[in-house]
């Protein structure tokens, strides 16, 4: 794939970081990740590195590039798919623009809201790791595997439990047509808004809400500007790693097999670092500020709302074509036989 010259600009910046002292005989593979160090993702990195160290007696050195060393995750999804690195692990809505597809897990209430029926589904979907890894592969990517960070969650300046509470509710959300129009069928005024700006809106009601997961919500102090926690179930940050697919083509069998082998097995580690980041993010907020509100809607009130974003799957379809019907269709009907 040809380089642009911003790229071949990482790519310098990219080898004066990696003037590390690693071993002269270690080969290194540089994995990036969109979030800063301490983490989930840099966890996850972190036992990824220790795993592939040691299965390999050091033949095998894992660099690990946090937040914006290496340019914004889409950069770094590019550079995977140039070869320039060889892992990166990003948010789904980070994968918009290169791979519209995956855009099937911004859609409300596609998951199932019980956390390890959703570790199940993401990391051994026969449509995740077989279909969709084709239109990854098209892009020059090869998807390793996929994890949720945990349920996202509206923080709000008022109690929302039905469609009417949403009447005249501005809620911020990321630049995405389909988060849009999702929030537009449920009843709000979505808002897009670049993310720097979101604690100001907030303080001066200029957004009535925001939806994040409790560890970015305690990392941003959004909860400091709003009174509720609102749990509806309608989705999960969805995150994933992939590498090059010319660069994992390389490899022998037995190092491929080691890859995928390697991060299967981190399913369990993963969903227990998710857990327990979330758990202790929510602590900090509610001795922080003991009186907000934490408010978790139940299957009925949830339904209300999943009856109401069933036309979002539309914007899905019109960001991905036939192929992207073809994948919820088949992704929809896996879920409903998992359960």
Same mark, same amino acid.
């Given at each position: 794939?040809?380089?642009?010259?911003?790229?071949?600009?990482?790519?310098?910046?990219?080898?004066?970081?990696?003037?590390?002292?690693?071993?002269?005989?270690?080969?290194?593979?540089?994995?990036?990740?969109?979030?800063?160090?301490?983490?989930?993702?840099?966890?996850?990195?972190?036992?990824?590195?220790?795993?592939?160290?040691?299965?390999?007696?050091?033949?095998?050195?894992?660099?690990?590039?946090?937040? /914006?060393?290496?340019?914004?995750?889409?950069?770094?999804?590019?550079?995977?798919?140039?070869?320039?690195?060889?892992?990166?692990?990003?948010?789904?809505?980070?994968?918009?623009?290169?791979?519209?597809?995956?855009?099937?897990?911004?859609?409300?209430?596609?998951?199932?809201?019980?956390?390890?029926?959703?570790? /199940?589904?993401?990391?051994?979907?026969?449509?995740?790791?077989?279909?969709?890894?084709?239109?990854?592969?098209? *892009?020059?990517?090869?998807?390793?595997?996929?994890?949720?960070?945990?349920?996202?969650?509206?923080?709000?300046?008022?109690?929302?439990?039905?469609?009417?509470?949403?009447?005249?509710?501005?809620?911020?959300?990321?630049?995405?047509?389909?988060?849009?129009?999702?929030?537009?069928?449920?009843?709000?005024?979505?808002?897009?808004?670049?993310?720097?700006?979101?604690?100001?809106?907030?303080?001066? /009601?200029?957004?009535?809400?925001?939806?994040?997961?409790?560890?970015?919500?305690?990392?941003?102090?959004?909860?400091?500007?709003?009174?509720?926690?609102?749990?509806?179930?309608?989705?999960?940050?969805?995150?994933?790693?992939?590498?090059?697919?010319?660069?994992?083509?390389?490899?022998?069998?037995? *190092?491929?097999?080691?890859?995928?082998?390697?991060?299967?097995?981190?399913?369990?580690?993963?969903?227990?670092?998710?857990?327990?980041?979330?758990?202790? *993010?929510?602590?900090?907020?509610?001795?922080?500020?003991?009186?907000?509100?934490?408010?978790?809607?139940?299957?009925?009130?949830?339904?209300?709302? *999943?009856?109401?974003?069933?036309?979002?799957?539309?914007?899905?379809?019109?960001?991905?074509?036939?192929?992207?019907?073809?994948?919820?269709?088949?992704?929809?009907?896996?879920?409903?036989?998992?359960?």
């Amino acid at each position: 794939m040809t380089l642009t010259f911003k790229k071949l600009k990482i790519t310098a910046a990219a080898v004066a970081v990696g003037l590390m002292p690693f071993s002269a005989m270690a080969e290194v593979w540089k994995f990036a990740i969109e979030e800063i160090p301490g983490s989930i993702m840099d966890a996850y990195a972190q036992e990824f590195k220790t795993r592939i160290e040691a299965a390999t007696s050091g033949d095998v050195t894992v660099a690990i590039y946090p937040m /914006g060393t290496l340019g914004t995750p889409t950069e770094t999804v590019e550079q995977a798919a140039d070869g320039i690195i060889q892992f990166t692990n990003v948010s789904i809505g980070n994968l918009g623009t290169i791979v519209p597809e995956s855009q099937v897990f911004l859609l409300p209430y596609l998951l199932p809201s019980d956390p390890a029926a959703v570790s /199940g589904i993401l990391s051994s979907s026969d449509t995740i790791y077989g279909e969709l890894n084709q239109d990854f592969q098209k *892009r020059g990517l090869e998807v390793m595997t996929l994890y949720s960070e945990g349920a996202q969650v509206w923080t709000t300046n008022r109690e929302i439990r039905t469609p009417e509470d949403f009447s005249n509710f501005k809620m911020r959300v990321m630049v995405s047509p389909i988060l849009i129009e999702t929030y537009k069928n449920m009843g709000a005024s979505p808002t897009p808004l670049p993310f720097g700006e979101v604690f100001g809106a907030l303080q001066l /009601g200029a957004v009535d809400g925001q939806v994040n997961p409790i560890p970015t919500i305690e990392e941003m102090k959004f909860y400091e500007v709003t009174s509720n926690l609102i749990w509806a179930g309608e989705q999960e940050l969805v995150t994933t790693v992939v590498a090059g697919s010319d660069w994992f083509a390389t490899l022998n069998p037995e *190092r491929q097999t080691l890859v995928r082998d390697t991060m299967a097995g981190m399913t369990g580690f993963i969903d227990g670092v998710v857990a327990d980041f979330n758990q202790k *993010r929510l602590d900090i907020i509610t001795e922080a500020k003991p009186d907000i509100a934490l408010v978790v809607l139940t299957e009925e009130e949830r339904d209300v709302f *999943r009856a109401m974003s069933g036309d979002t799957a539309g914007a899905y379809v019109e960001l991905a074509g036939a192929r992207g019907q073809d994948l919820l269709d088949a992704l929809t009907s896996e879920l409903a036989a998992s359960n």
